[in-house]
C-alpha cells in the first residue's frame, strides 16, 4: 500500500497547491491550463487506445460494460458522492465545478495502465515504482484541475486510496489471470475511456465514462476466455 498512499498524498498536496494558486490566476490563464491538460489526455488515452488488438472485443466490452454501468448508475453514483462531500465540507468558491472536479479527477487518477500495473506491482511487494512515477504525474495534473475546478480535486485522493488500495489487495488473486495479453486489451479500453475523459475536460462532449469503467473488466472477461472461443473463428483478431 506505499505506493498508493504516496499517490493519494501527491493528489492532496497538488489539489491544495493548485486551490491556493488558482485563486490568484485570472481564469483565462486557468482556462488554457486545463486545455493543455486536456488536450493531454487525449493523447494519452490514443497511445493507449492503439495497442488493441481485439477490435470486436473492444466494442463488445464498451457496449456490455456500457450498459452495466448505465445499470448501476457508476457516474451517478460519484456525482451524488461529490455533492454529499461538498455539503459536509461547505461551500467553495466554485461550487458548481466542485462535482466535476470530484468526477474528473477520480477517473482521470484510476483510469489508465499505471493504476492497474502499478497497484500489482506494489501489492507483490515490488518496489512500487511505477505507482511512484504516477504520483507525480498525478500530483502535477492535480494542481492544474484544482486551480481550475475546485475542491473536489482534492477529494478524489480518497477515490484513489479505495480503488488503487483494492486493487492492490487483490494482486495475488489478479495476477493469476493477468496474461500480457489481458493486460494489453484491457490497458488499450483504458485509453478509450481516458480520451472520452479528455474531451469532457476540453468542452468537446460530456460523455458519461464512470458508466464505462465496468467496460475494464469485461475485455479482461472476453480475452481470458478468448481460448475457450477460438473456434469460432478469426472474428475475435483483426
Known amino acids: 500500500m506505499e505506493g498508493t498512499l504516496v499517490n493519494?498524498?501527491?493528489?492532496?498536496?497538488?489539489?491544495?497547491?493548485?486551490?491556493?494558486?488558482?485563486?490568484?490566476?485570472?481564469?483565462r490563464v486557468r482556462d488554457i491550463v486545463m486545455q493543455g491538460v486536456g488536450l493531454a489526455t487525449v493523447l494519452i488515452g490514443v497511445q493507449m487506445a492503439l495497442q488493441v488488438r481485439n477490435v470486436v472485443g473492444l466494442i463488445v466490452s464498451l457496449a456490455v460494460g456500457g450498459a452495466i454501468g448505465e445499470f448501476l448508475r457508476i457516474e451517478e453514483l460519484l456525482e451524488r458522492l461529490g455533492t454529499l462531500a461538498q455539503q459536509r465540507l461547505g461551500p467553495d468558491e466554485r461550487s458548481g465545478s466542485f462535482v466535476q472536479g470530484f468526477v474528473t479527477s477520480s477517473l482521470l487518477f484510476c483510469v489508465g495502465p499505471m493504476t492497474l500495473l502499478g497497484a500489482i506491482q506494489d501489492g507483490l511487494g515490488q518496489p512500487p515504482v511505477l505507482l511512484y512515477t504516477k504520483a507525480v504525474l498525478d500530483g502535477i495534473s492535480a494542481v492544474a484541475l484544482a486551480g481550475a475546478l475546485g475542491a473536489g480535486v482534492v477529494l478524489s485522493a480518497v477515490t484513489v486510496l479505495v480503488y488503487q488500495g483494492g486493487v492492490t489487495l487483490l494482486a495475488g488473486v489478479v495476477q493469476r489471470g493477468m496474461t500480457p495479453e489481458v493486460l494489453r486489451e484491457v490497458t488499450a479500453v483504458g485509453g478509450v475511456l481516458i480520451f472520452g475523459l479528455g474531451l469532457g475536460i476540453l468542452q468537446v462532449r460530456r460523455i458519461r465514462v464512470g458508466n464505462l469503467l465496468p467496460a475494464l473488466l469485461v475485455m479482461g472477461v472476453i480475452v481470458a476466455l478468448e481460448p475457450w472461443w477460438s473456434a469460432l473463428g478469426p472474428v475475435w483478431r483483426r
Open 8 to 27: 493519494a498524498a501527491a493528489v492532496v498536496l497538488g489539489g491544495g497547491a493548485g486551490l491556493a494558486v488558482g485563486r490568484r490566476v485570472p481564469e
